[in-house]
């Protein structure tokens, strides 16, 4: 599958210092419907029952006589107001892409000013809310590294008009060189498909996912409830329990509905959704952590869920965490197709044994190495499930019995380490290892490692940081490469002290 131009289009050009955009004159109302069909449905509810109760001429003690045509009058300026205050925002909305920064500039009495430097792009969504879908028009998200809170939109473009802006951002991104006969023009980069999941393959996720745990719980909950006091009528209290349920099944399914992964040279591609698509985009090297989750009812078909730290979306709510998931749900080989785009090196000879044995675990083959036994003590279940493995480009974090989950950092995407003990944990001779990454999902983490295991770890991986930090400095991932000399068996202590944060409270 490709989006490449089609015939007729013309390649996006970025602007120059002068030239400014607006967005789509049809934005106001794909913005708005929602308030005006409440204002429509609250007061004419209303107007339609004084009709049917007094006529339309019906007296009335506060308006005086005509409440259907007050009611009308009053949805009337409202509608005229909400779309002033629309049309407005769009008349004062402007945006320009040059080929070092992203301008929107907004806002009708507070004015807003936003510029980011396209070379901090972490990911680009193209957003189709079903309203805009009809109007063929689309949302523009994209985000820089600071945590979900720096998310610039552009809301709405025509669909090929957003596809463009998407690759001119990321060609400036990677840093393409300008063709000089043609300054300034960047063509739609095609994409491969890699996997596409079934409906029922979804369908089924749903059913044996978390939520059906929860749902399970609740019946048993109220069944017994009932047998105790023989009150049937609690069954009414736990309506709005099975509602949430159903919107949660509801939300699972139609969000991850038709989930495709593709790579093109703008990185790692990924659509979805059932009433409101998205095509999100991932550039190489913006994931930060990955993170392999299985929950207990997922065992018996072999599906793996998989989730990403990428700098830019952090835990923002609004999206209820669909922006983070690389999987929704694979077997074993996509999970390792997948993991495949994002870290081409695994940094072993044999990933798929290396991985398995993360993954399903326990014990320490394939080089992992679990808690003492002495953790029986405080983790009698899963303490030979607790272990680490580091490769020669990422660290391997396993832990969970029930659920299973296995975090993958690369090296050189380490932001901070830390240990963590406190005075059973002491007295038992063990500590937590955290590795710190970029807000997100995925939080790496081995617990109840050996004290002589945590404190070696400690100290390799601020190391093995240093020297991959040092020889992944191109962001650029389309530019010219440049040879740099690096001694990979010493890192400067200037840089490993670096890693070494306030945070390292051995506790002993």
Same mark, same amino acid.
């Given at each position: 599958?490709?989006?490449?131009?089609?015939?007729?289009?013309?390649?996006?050009?970025?602007?120059?210092?002068?030239?400014?955009?607006?967005?789509?004159?049809?934005?106001?109302?794909?913005?708005?419907?929602?308030?005006?069909?409440?204002?429509?449905?609250?007061?004419?509810?209303?107007?339609?029952?004084?009709?049917?109760?007094?006529?339309?001429?019906?007296?009335?003690? &506060?308006?005086?006589?005509? $409440?259907?045509?007050?009611?009308?009058?009053?949805?009337?300026?409202?509608?005229?107001?909400?779309?002033?205050?629309?049309?407005?925002?769009?008349?004062?909305?402007?945006?320009?892409?040059?080929?070092?920064?992203?301008?929107?500039?907004?806002?009708?009495?507070?004015?807003?000013?936003?510029?980011?430097?396209?070379?901090?792009?972490?990911? /680009?969504?193209?957003?189709?809310?079903?309203?805009?879908?009809?109007?063929?028009?689309?949302?523009?998200?994209?985000?820089?590294?600071?945590? !979900?809170?720096?998310?610039?939109? %552009?809301?709405?473009?025509?669909?090929?008009?957003?596809?463009?802006?998407?690759?001119?951002?990321? +060609?400036?991104?990677?840093?393409?060189?300008?063709?000089?006969?043609?300054?300034?023009?960047?063509?739609?980069?095609?994409?491969?498909?890699?996997?596409?999941?079934?409906?029922?393959?979804? /369908?089924?996720?749903?059913?044996? !996912?978390?939520?059906?745990?929860?749902?399970?719980?609740?019946?048993?909950?109220?069944?017994?409830?009932?047998?105790?006091? *023989?009150?049937?009528?609690?069954?009414?209290?736990?309506?709005?329990?099975?509602?949430?349920? *159903?919107?949660?099944?509801?939300?699972?399914?139609?969000?991850?509905?038709?989930? @495709?992964?593709?790579?093109?040279?703008?990185?790692?591609?990924?659509?979805?959704? &059932?009433?409101?698509?998205?095509?999100?985009?991932?550039?190489? #090297?913006?994931?930060?952590?990955?993170? =392999?989750?299985?929950?207990?009812?997922?065992?018996?078909?072999?599906?793996? @869920?998989?989730?990403?730290?990428?700098?830019?979306?952090?835990?923002?709510?609004?999206?209820?965490?669909?922006?983070?998931?690389? %999987?929704?749900?694979?077997?074993?080989?996509?999970?390792?197709?997948?993991?495949?785009?994002?870290?081409?090196?695994?940094?072993?000879?044999?990933?798929?044994?290396?991985?398995? +044995?993360?993954?399903?675990?326990?014990?320490?083959?394939?080089?992992?190495?679990?808690?003492?036994?002495?953790?029986?003590? /405080?983790?009698?279940?899963?303490?030979?499930?607790?272990?680490?493995?580091?490769?020669?480009?990422?660290?391997?974090?396993?832990?969970?019995?029930?659920?299973?989950?296995?975090?993958?950092?690369?090296?050189?995407?380490?932001?901070? &380490? #830390?240990?963590?003990?406190?005075?059973?944990? +002491?007295?038992?001779?063990?500590?937590?290892?955290? &590795?710190?990454?970029?807000?997100?999902?995925?939080?790496?983490?081995?617990?109840?490692?050996?004290?002589?295991?945590?404190?070696?770890?400690?100290?390799?991986?601020?190391?093995?940081?240093?020297?991959?930090?040092? =020889?992944?400095?191109?962001?650029?991932?389309?530019?010219? $490469?440049?040879?740099?000399?690096?001694?990979?068996? +010493?890192?400067?202590?200037?840089?490993?002290?670096?890693?070494?944060?306030?945070?390292?409270?051995?506790?002993?």
């Amino acid at each position: 599958m490709s989006e490449n131009l089609l015939d007729g289009e013309q390649p996006f050009t970025t602007d120059d210092a002068q030239s400014w955009h607006r967005v789509h004159p049809v934005s106001p109302l794909v913005r708005g419907w929602v308030a005006v069909v409440a204002v429509i449905f609250i007061f004419g509810r209303n107007s339609l029952e004084s009709v049917f109760t007094k006529g339309w001429d019906g007296g009335d003690s &506060l308006t005086g006589g005509t $409440p259907a045509l007050f009611i009308a009058a009053i949805v009337g300026g409202a509608i005229v107001i909400f779309g002033a205050a629309f049309f407005l925002s769009w008349r004062f909305t402007r945006y320009q892409v040059t080929d070092e920064h992203v301008h929107i500039n907004s806002g009708v009495v507070f004015r807003q000013q936003r510029r980011a430097r396209i070379d901090r792009v972490q990911a /680009i969504d193209v957003v189709q809310p079903l309203v805009a879908r009809a109007f063929g028009l689309a949302e523009l998200k994209f985000e820089v590294a600071d945590g !979900g809170k720096s998310a610039m939109k %552009l809301s709405f473009l025509k669909l090929a008009e957003a596809k463009r802006l998407r690759a001119a951002i990321l +060609a400036r991104a990677a840093g393409v060189a300008l063709d000089p006969e043609a300054p300034g023009q960047v063509q739609e980069a095609p994409e491969t498909l890699v996997l596409a999941l079934k409906p029922g393959r979804i /369908i089924g996720a749903a059913l044996f !996912g978390s939520t059906t745990i929860v749902a399970v719980c609740v019946i048993v909950a109220a069944v017994v409830a009932v047998a105790w006091s *023989g009150e049937p009528g609690i069954l009414v209290g736990a309506v709005p329990l099975f509602i949430g349920i *159903g919107a949660a099944y509801w939300k699972n399914i139609t969000g991850e509905f038709n989930f @495709r992964v593709a790579l093109s040279p703008d990185g790692v591609r990924l659509h979805y959704g &059932l009433l409101e698509t998205r095509s999100q985009t991932i550039p190489p #090297g913006r994931v930060q952590a990955v993170g =392999i989750t299985q929950g207990p009812l997922w065992r018996l078909f072999g599906w793996y @869920r998989v989730h990403v730290n990428v700098a830019g979306y952090g835990t923002d709510p609004s999206d209820h965490g669909s922006r983070t998931v690389l %999987l929704p749900v694979g077997t074993l080989d996509e999970v390792m197709a997948v993991l495949g785009l994002i870290f081409p090196d695994p940094g072993v000879d044999s990933p798929f044994e290396v991985f398995g +044995a993360g993954l399903r675990g326990p014990g320490d083959a394939n080089g992992f190495v679990h808690s003492p036994r002495s953790a029986r003590w /405080i983790d009698p279940l899963s303490w030979r499930r607790n272990a680490f493995r580091a490769t020669e480009t990422a660290l391997l974090c396993r832990r969970g019995v029930i659920f299973r989950s296995l975090q993958v950092v690369p090296h050189e995407r380490t932001q901070s &380490l #830390g240990l963590r003990q406190g005075p059973l944990m +002491a007295a038992l001779g063990l500590v937590d290892f955290e &590795l710190h990454s970029t807000a997100g999902p995925i939080r790496p983490l081995v617990h109840h490692m050996s004290l002589a295991n945590g404190l070696q770890l400690f100290d390799e991986q601020a190391a093995r940081a240093a020297t991959a930090r040092r =020889i992944h400095r191109n962001e650029k991932w389309l530019a010219t $490469p440049m040879v740099e000399a690096v001694d990979p068996v +010493a890192a400067p202590e200037d840089t490993e002290q670096h890693l070494r944060t306030e945070e390292h409270e051995r506790g002993y």
